[in-house]
């Protein structure tokens, strides 16, 4: 009996020394379950209601007033498909920008339904094939975007401004352009534009390399625009559905009857991009002079060019918002005419109180001039008969807008270029500059479709840290001796308080 007591104790204290080691787990065990369950709450309600502020200083992501209001206006389901490789450089700023819409929207007073999906062009191939099955779209590097059956790509050269020669970016565009993009698209009407034809023009349907023009259409309807063919003479006017004509390098002379045509369209608020070629008579000469705009039978020639002066880049723009974003970007021109701007005092001699507003779009340095005799095919200048540059090549007409004045009124506006080869097939296969954008936003502004007013560009702005070689030593000194030497100074302190 003396030996079973003192087993029994030892047998009860392991007992209890068991039941505290269990209670203690289950207690801990517990305690961990609870902070899970807590943190998840926090979490699930941090995820539906949260507060956000922007604590950067340049504000970069920062989303303005403009489109908050808008997007609380948005009705139905917006999708926009992001086919951007992680890697690309547009990757991270496109990302952020994106995360702020997608907050603006779920908190937008309106039911607009934003739907974002990434697509990785290399690695999502099914949804690459949706996208061309739908839409038609086999690029990368794009944003599309798109309501109901209405879509608007966005490129990325349409993102930045970039330094022509160096390409470093200066600028960012995304929530401008995003936002005009979405402007559009929720627009219920698509803008339906004329392609005049039976005059030698440019062909949108055509793929010839030298004389078509089916990329630049094909860009124009992807834009969300509906391009059909006109026959003037067979149509005996202009369709009432039309939201603006295309007059693009007609060889042959409109008779007088098409042009007074062509003339009361405009009268009647309507909307003409021409581009017309040197030494081509087409019959609007006089229609266009009347909007104060004089076409000469010359030549524009360029001595910056490295192809003898024929074709040229242009990168002097007016004041307008068809070439606000084409600052630090540069325009190819192939033997363009001159499109100057007349004397300002009238039109023809006669005083208007609606006298059109006239901007140069486009202007070819100091070193150039117009050729004006069409007879003498050499290049150089003659001092007796040629004008010296600079030279405009583009312009824009608008009349009927109130000066100064807030209004939605309609108006007439005329764009003329010198040039039909600047968004033909061959011009655009050799990678010019911007004469895309230059004539997209020539042909959105004709239809109004520009720019969400009041929300500027963010400069892009790199942070580095400079340093002169003493303090760069300096530096490499405290990192490769000061830190380690610092460790093994507080190691030997912990090992010698452990021998006390």
Known sequence: MDLE?????????????????????????????LAVVLATMIN???????????????????????????????????????VYSPEHSSFKDLRHLLDEYSYAARHAASTVDLRIRYIDPDRDLGRMKELKDRFGIEERNLLVLSVEQRR???????LY??????????????????????????????????ALKGHGERDPWSFHERHGYSKIARLVQRDNIDLKPLVLAAMKGVPADADALLIAGPTRRYSDEEAQLISEYIEKNGRVIFLLDPYVKTGFEALIESWGVRLEDDLVVDTTSLSGGREFYVG???EHPVSERLQNTLLMFSGPRSVEP????????????????????AMTSKQSWAKLNPSDRG?????????????????????????????????AKIVVIGDSDIVGNAVLNSGAGGNVGFFMNALNWLLERESIMGIQARPVQMHALTMDRELYKRVGLALVVGIPAVVAFLGVLIWMNRRR
């Open 316 to 318: 002097t723009f007016g």
């Open 5 to 33: 007591e003192p087993l029994s104790s030892t047998a009860q204290s392991r007992w209890r020394y068991r039941r505290r080691r269990l209670v203690t787990g289950a207690n801990v065990a517990t305690a961990m379950a």
């Open 152 to 158: 608007k790509v966005v490129q990325n050269s349409e």
């Open 379 to 411: 290049l150089g200048f003659d001092a007796a008969v040629d004008r010296r540059g600079p030279i405009t090549v583009a312009a824009a007409m608008e009349r009927g807008a109130a000066s100064g004045e807030a209004m939605e009124i309609d108006t």
């Open 44 to 82: 699930m309600i941090g995820a539906r209601r949260f507060f956000r502020w922007d604590v950067s200083q340049e504000r970069y992501y920062a989303m303005s007033t403009n489109t908050v209001q808008f997007l609380d206006q948005i009705q139905g389901e917006v999708a926009i498909d992001v």
């Open 161 to 194: 401004t970039v330094w022509p020669l160096t390409r470093e970016r200066i600028m960012f565009h995304g929530e401008s352009v995003i936002s005009s993009a979405l402007l559009n698209l929720t627009r219920e009407k698509t803008p339906v534009v004329y």
């Open 342 to 361: 007349a004397a300002s005092e009238g039109t023809n001699g006669v005083q208007r109180s609606d006298r059109p507003k006239i901007t140069g779009l």
